[in-house]
């Protein structure tokens, strides 16, 4: 089992711009191209985690509160963690929980969910760098999209030096790289 963050970013690290669109992604040529591969990839995620500002982002872009069955189309009936200090709408039927629990408890939860599969960290950044603060982030996928924002939500608003990242794979998908990184935990002191 490895704790993986996954997402799209913009080549020069954002994840979205400053009013949290991601508009920029959907307007690359071939998007949906790179998106092919994704249902591999979910196949392996036997639990997922995200942010408030992920969650609503999803709520309001698939209308999910309206029509919950398009959870359920992309997501199943995977256990998923959003982490919050304020209240979220409910989608029907989804399997989500709501916590402001600290990252290490929440993902002794997540690993139990799990079993031998892996945990999808979907983001944001912050919450993909609590994670990695922790010790828990195993794996990096970054999406590079052929765009810069020049401004917006980072990537991964961490110092994350190469002595702990070791490339794995290289792909083009249409317009696309997708990068692949493990982690190392940091070194204690």
């Given at each position: 089992m490895a704790t993986i963050y996954n997402t799209a970013t913009t080549l020069d690290g954002y994840l979205a711009t400053t009013d949290n669109s991601l508009s920029w992604l959907f307007e690359v040529p071939g998007a949906d191209d790179a998106e092919s591969s994704f249902g591999d990839f979910l196949?392996?995620?036997?639990?997922?985690?995200?942010?408030?500002?992920?969650?609503?982002?999803?709520?309001?872009?698939?209308?999910?509160?309206?029509?919950?069955?398009?959870?359920?189309?992309?997501?199943?009936?995977r256990p998923t963690w959003v982490f919050t200090h304020r209240d979220l709408p409910i989608i029907a039927g989804a399997n989500v929980t709501f916590t402001s629990d600290d990252v290490r408890a929440v993902h002794a939860e997540m690993a139990a969910a799990a079993g031998e599969c892996d945990i999808w960290l979907m983001g944001g950044g912050d919450l993909v760098g609590q994670f990695d603060d922790a010790g828990l982030?195993?794996?990096?996928?970054?999406?590079?999209?052929?765009?810069?924002?020049?401004a917006g939500a980072p990537f991964l608003p961490r110092d994350i030096r190469s002595d702990r990242l070791t490339l794995t794979s290289i792909l083009q998908r249409g317009q696309f790289a997708e990068v692949t990184y493990d982690v190392k935990p940091k070194p204690t002191t």
């Open positions: 196949d392996g995620i036997g639990a997922m985690a995200m942010g408030s500002t992920t969650y609503e982002w999803l709520l309001e872009h698939e209308s999910l509160v309206d029509n919950p069955a398009r959870w359920q189309e992309w997501y199943a009936d982030l195993d794996r990096i996928t970054a999406t590079i999209a052929p765009v810069t924002l020049g």
